[in-house]
Each structure stands twice: as C-alpha cells, then as structure tokens.
C-alpha cells in the first residue's frame, strides 16, 4: 500500500530529521533540488543536456557556470516566500551549472526567507539576478522550462494578487503541454484535500506536467 502523508505529518518526519542531526536543512533543500532537475530530464529527455548520466563529480567550473548564454536552454523560475522557494534557488544554480539561461522570480521580500531558504538565495545571488514576481513582467511562454516553486505542502489560505496569477499562468502553459514542473506541490492546491485553494468568486486552478513529491505521496496529490 502506498504511504500517504497530511502535511503536518510530513513537517514532522523533516523536523525529526532535522532535529537528530541526520541531515541538515540546507542538505534536505540541495536534495530536492536535485532531485526535481533529476526528474525534469528523466519526463523530458529532450531537455537534458548531451550525454546527461546524473550529477556525478558536481556541477561545471565557475567559467562555465557563469554562462548563462550558453546552451539555449531557458528555464523561469518562481520562487516563493518559504523553504519551497529555497528549492526553486537550488533549481535555478543548478540548471545554470548545466548551461541553462535562468530567469529567477521571488513572491516577497528576501530579508523574510526562512533561513534555508535565504542561504539559497544569496547562492543564486552570486550567479544571478532575482527579480520581483510581477505577471506582467514574466514571460512563461518563451522558455523550454517553467518550474513552480511558490509554494509547497503548507498552504492552507486562498491565493491572491500575483500568487494566483502565477498560478493560473502556469496552469495554462501545462494545460498547453509546455513543461511545468511543480516543487512538491502545484501552488494552489491543498495536500490534505487534493482541491484547489481559490478565492470565495472561485477563480483560480492549480497544474503542472510534472510534480516532484519528497519523501512519500501527500493526501493531495
């Protein structure tokens, strides 16, 4: 039988991990990282990079992981304000150590990440830029990769503003067949009932192509 997980139980077995010093946050967030590129090239092979084996000795030297010119692959990324956005940074550094151009995305202020999270952001910092989430700004359409990392398990309240227009973007471009992958969870959608967060009008939905769920399967998915 598979496992299924409410997300206050899964806080609980990251928070035990955590707290017995078998692994370390920041560890959890580089496996998640990790292990949603993983997945992205293994749902869409047309997307990873020549020869692509896994990740080996680690990601390229400086020069090349500078280069985000190189390869002509684009991926947006939409980080937001919890350790779900710490992921989303984990994501950006890698695929740009891949050679990928990587527009970065943060819903809030970066002086109010959680602590993990905000170690990855001033990761990507020394790589790249992170701009505002404003809609208008964002251009999901032209890139080849389009990763959900606005919010994962946690989220109990209706979307609003730019959080629901992020999110009916990006269910848009699934709905199309553009690659969207979704840290975790797609933004909007409870782990504990599997039914969209929307607001009390009912205009919202939640989707991606590919969801990358750590650990074990949530009620929601």
């Known amino acids: 039988m598979t496992e299924l997980l409410t997300s206050a139980q899964m806080r609980a077995i ?14 959890l967030m580089e496996r998640a990282g990790r292990g949603v590129v993983t997945a992205v090239f293994a749902e869409w092979p047309d997307l990873a990079p020549a020869g692509w084996v896994g990740w080996g000795a680690g990601p390229p030297d400086p020069p090349e992981y500078l280069d985000q010119e190189k390869g002509g692959r684009r991926a947006v990324v939409l980080c937001g304000p919890g350790n779900n956005g710490g992921d989303g ?4 550094r890698l695929l740009a150590g891949l050679g990928w151009g990587v527009e970065v995305f943060l819903l809030g ?14 990761r990507w910092c020394e790589i790249g830029a992170v ?6 700004e ?3 359409w032209e890139a080849d990769l389009a990763v959900d990392a606005l919010f994962g398990t946690g989220l109990t309240r209706p979307l609003e503003g730019e ?21 975790d969870a797609p933004s909007g959608l409870c ?8 607001p009390p009008e009912g205009d919202g939905v939640a989707a991606a192509g ?10 929601g998915h």
């Open 131 to 136: 701009a505002p989430l404003r809609m208008a």
């Open 14 to 27: 990251e928070g035990a991990a955590i707290a017995s010093g078998a692994v370390t946050g920041l560890e």
């Open 163 to 183: 959080a629901l227009l992020a999110a009916n973007a990006l269910a848009t471009r699934a709905f199309g067949d553009d690659p969207v992958v979704a840290v």
């Open 89 to 92: 940074f984990v994501v950006a």
């Open 138 to 140: 964002v251009d999901l």
């Open 210 to 219: 590919l969801t990358v769920s750590f650990h074990a399967l949530k009620l």
């Open 109 to 122: 202020e970066p002086e109010k990440l959680p602590p993990d999270a905000r170690v990855n952001y001033a």
């Open 191 to 198: 782990m504990d009932s599997g039914r969209p967060l929307v």
